[in-house]
């Protein structure tokens, strides 16, 4: 089962509609997806606007991969589960978001293993082509550091 | 210690322990009305709750509570999100000298502002 997820706050009809067309020319009838508001109705996929966040944990344990927007708590999530991930990043030239801090976030995941970033949908394309073979990392720990909370302690216990 | 989380999630959880859940609407800053429904419903968990300390993650819900928790007293501590490796993000220069401390999570950005602390990074 492959988990798409755009957020809830803004629309991401790029995503979800390349999604949708992978899906139906491949077959694919296993593609959950939470699309916020997006506009765009998929055919394909398994489509929610928003999924209790109950229901949303256990696909995202179920889950063989995860593809989302290049968001932090998307791909800290994925990370946390050693789930491979692909992200794309909303373009703000597109309209997509209200600023590109997404695509600097895809920038600095490069090389990151378990994160397969794909700026354009040919990207998104050739990574879905071999999608057996996109592996996930070492699952990392669900909590900050203890150096930052133990700093963050004395901060509000000052 | 008792703990309030606010969230924008619907039935969101508690990310540890058995704390309550406060939901709050989610607005943007061009929706004036979405912005004084949250006021509201802020001001109304941080009267009932009265919270000696706020920590925040960001975005106009955070903003919110650590202007109204000016006003009772707390202690406000913001934490920019790890996505603004570029620049700290708008809610974070809102807060600019209503918070009592800014931290962000990348030391370059803590270099250049006196006013931003660093203590490390959740990745």
């Keep these: 089962m492959i988990l798409l997820a755009v957020g809830t706050q803004l629309p991401f009809d790029r995503l979800v509609r390349a999604m949708d067309d992978w899906a139906r020319v491949n077959g694919r009838s296993d593609v959950v997806?939470?699309?916020g508001s997006s506009t765009y109705r998929p055919h394909t996929l398994k489509a929610f606007s928003f999924l209790e966040p109950d229901a949303f944990q256990a696909l995202q344990?179920?889950?063989s991969l995860h593809v989302s927007h290049a968001g932090m708590g998307s791909i800290l999530q994925a990370m946390e589960h050693g789930k491979p991930i692909i992200v794309m990043p909303r373009d703000f030239s597109r309209g997509e978001?209200?600023?590109d801090h997404q695509m600097a976030t895809a920038r600095r995941f490069y090389g990151t293993p378990g994160v397969h970033v794909a700026?354009?949908?040919e990207d998104l394309r050739t990574l879905l082509s071999d999608v057996g073979r996109l592996g996930g990392g070492q699952p990392i720990p669900s909590v900050a550091p203890r150096a930052m909370t133990d700093a963050l302690r004395r901060l509000i216990l000052d | 210690m008792d703990v309030r989380f606010v969230t924008t999630i619907r039935r969101g959880n508690a990310p540890f322990g058995n704390y309550s859940v406060a939901r709050?609407?989610?607005?943007?800053?061009?929706?004036?009305?979405?912005?004084?429904l949250l006021m509201f419903q802020m001001a109304g968990?941080?009267?009932?709750?009265r919270p000696s300390v706020i920590v925040s993650t960001g975005a106009a819900p955070g903003v919110i509570a650590i202007w109204l928790g000016r006003l009772i007293g707390a202690r406000t501590i913001w934490?920019?999100?790890?996505?603004?490796?570029?620049?700290?993000?708008?809610?974070?220069?809102?807060?600019?000298?209503?918070?009592?401390v800014r931290l962000t999570q990348w030391p370059h950005l803590a270099e250049q502002d006196d006013d931003l602390g660093y203590i490390g990074?959740?990745?």
Excluded: M, Y
């Excluded at chain 2, 968990?45 to 709750?49: E, G, K, V």
């Excluded at chain 2, 934490?79 to 009592?100: F, P, W």
């Design chain 1, 119 to 121: 700026i354009t949908d």
């Design chain 1, 33 to 35: 997806a939470q699309i």
């Design chain 1, 61 to 63: 344990s179920e889950a």
């Design chain 2, 45 to 49: 968990i941080l009267l009932r709750f």
């Design chain 2, 121 to 123: 990074a959740v990745l």
């Design chain 2, 79 to 100: 934490i920019d999100s790890i996505a603004n490796s570029e620049k700290v993000s708008l809610s974070a220069r809102l807060v600019a000298g209503q918070a009592h």
């Design chain 2, 24 to 36: 709050v609407t989610d607005a943007s800053t061009r929706r004036l009305d979405q912005v004084l």
């Design chain 1, 97 to 99: 978001h209200r600023n």
